[in-house]
Structure formats: structure tokens, C-alpha cells
T-cell receptor, first 115, second 115 residues
Framework: AQTVTQSQPEMSVQEAETVTLSCTYD???????LFWYKQPPSRQMILVIR??????QNATENRFSVNFQKAAKSFSLKISDSQLGDTAMYFC????????????FGAGTILRVKS | KAGVTQTPRYLIKTRGQQVTLSCSPI?????VSWYQQTPGQGLQFLFE???????NKGNFPGRFSGRQFSNSRSEMNVSTLELGDSALYLC??????????????FGAGSRLTVL
């Protein structure tokens, strides 16, 4: 079974600064996908970024980028130029390839961006 | 393009009752998956339906069931409600193919309170 661990329950960052959220996972699979989802106070889950395990290049989406270390089973999210709207719960999630749409989520990290 | 629609958004039930939640996926999406979110257990996968067939199932008791209709709309049912079933129930839809990283689009959730 796969497990996803987010070791930082809460984090805070000043507006315009950079913050990194940590995620580690455990799996015996070789082909899988990793995701970061954001859940703001409205409770709507929103995809932030995704990474295919077979791709060595780290995914980037505007101010969001990941550091994917497959051997270490680590998948951290870096948010640059933090904005107040980034305040949310961030979930790291794992999906096996060719197994349908079952996401295994971490416990989440609450990120607060301060002005 | 309309998003994933979940109804009802909020509901209150008493122990022993049953409840049915509905999810209308994005047009063209054939996969619908359900997740339970609680403060104690976090986000847990309930089940996934693809083309009217259950493709994956999580570790929940038989009181939790679901189905998918030919138009891809899905319902989940919880019978004999317990206090511990109080949660935010999230539905997510995707194209559902087994190749490629399926991006799940989530609905706003149905908040169930069991008294």
C-alpha cells in the first residue's frame, strides 16, 4: 500500500517570499503520478501541479515548482513570490499508473501568507 | 464549461437514517470518484466509477455504496448513519483513461452532519 507523509502541519510565510512544503511517499511502484492540491477556506480542491514519475524534469507552473527526488521518494512544493491568495491547506497526493483515479493523500499542510 | 456539481451542499441527518449524495461530472468525463474528508482521518478514498462500473474501492464498510448512471452522474449512499460519518464528501471527475496522469477536478463538496 502507498503512504504519503507531510511532516509540516502548519507553515507561514511573508507575502512575496518563498516557501517550500515537504512531502515524502512510500511505494513499491515504478510508474506513478504525484500531485499537489490546494484547498482554500472555500473548501474547493484545486490542482496546483502534477508530476509524472518517469519524467526526470521537475514540473513548473508559474510561481509553483516541485523538487522531485524519485530515489529519495520526496516531492516538495516551492511557492515563489507568495501571495495572500495562496493561503490554504496544501495536500500532496499519489496515484498509481494504470489503476484508475484513486488518489492517496497526505495529511496536509496549512499555509498562511502574511502581509 | 461547467464544473463538477455536488448536491446537496449541506445536510443534517440523525443516527440511523440514510443519505444519498449526488455528483454531476464535467461534460465528457466518464470517471467519478468519491472521497471522505474528516479532521481526524483526513482525505480518504471511497470508490471510483467508470462507465457505470465500480473500478476501485476503498476500505469503507458496506454501509457506503455508490452507483453511476449512463450519463456519468453518480450517487453515493450511506445507510444506518453513525456520528462518525459526519464529514465533507468530495466528488471528483476526470476523463478516466488509464494512460496519462488523470487530473481530477473536484466539486465543492457535500457537508454531512450526523446528530
Amino acid at each position: 500500500a502507498q503512504t504519503v507523509t507531510q511532516s509540516q502541519p502548519e507553515m507561514s510565510v511573508q507575502e512575496a517570499e518563498t516557501v517550500t512544503l515537504s512531502c515524502t511517499y512510500d511505494t513499491s511502484e515504478n510508474n506513478y503520478y504525484l500531485f499537489w492540491y490546494k484547498q482554500p477556506p472555500s473548501r474547493q480542491m484545486i490542482l496546483v501541479i502534477r508530476q509524472e514519475a518517469y519524467k526526470q524534469q521537475n514540473a513548473t507552473e508559474n510561481r509553483f515548482s516541485v523538487n522531485f527526488q524519485k530515489a529519495a521518494k520526496s516531492f516538495s512544493l516551492k511557492i515563489s513570490d507568495s501571495q495572500l491568495g495562496d493561503t490554504a491547506m496544501y495536500f500532496c497526493a499519489f496515484m498509481k499508473q494504470e489503476y484508475g483515479n484513486k488518489l492517496v493523500f497526505g495529511a496536509g499542510t496549512i499555509l498562511r501568507v502574511k502581509s | 464549461k461547467a464544473g463538477v456539481t455536488q448536491t446537496p451542499r449541506y445536510l443534517i441527518k440523525t443516527r440511523g437514517q440514510q443519505v444519498t449524495l449526488s455528483c454531476s461530472p464535467i461534460s465528457g468525463h466518464r470517471s467519478v470518484s468519491w472521497y471522505q474528508q474528516t479532521p481526524g482521518q483526513g482525505l480518504q478514498f471511497l470508490f471510483e466509477y467508470f462507465s457505470e462500473t465500480q473500478r476501485n474501492k476503498g476500505n469503507f464498510p458496506g454501509r457506503f455504496s455508490g452507483r453511476q448512471f449512463s450519463n456519468s452522474r453518480s450517487e453515493m449512499n450511506v445507510s444506518t448513519l453513525e456520528l462518525g460519518d459526519s464529514a465533507l464528501y468530495l466528488c471528483a471527475s476526470s476523463s478516466g483513461g488509464l494512460s496519462g496522469a488523470n487530473v481530477l477536478t473536484f466539486g465543492a463538496g457535500s457537508r454531512l452532519t450526523v446528530l
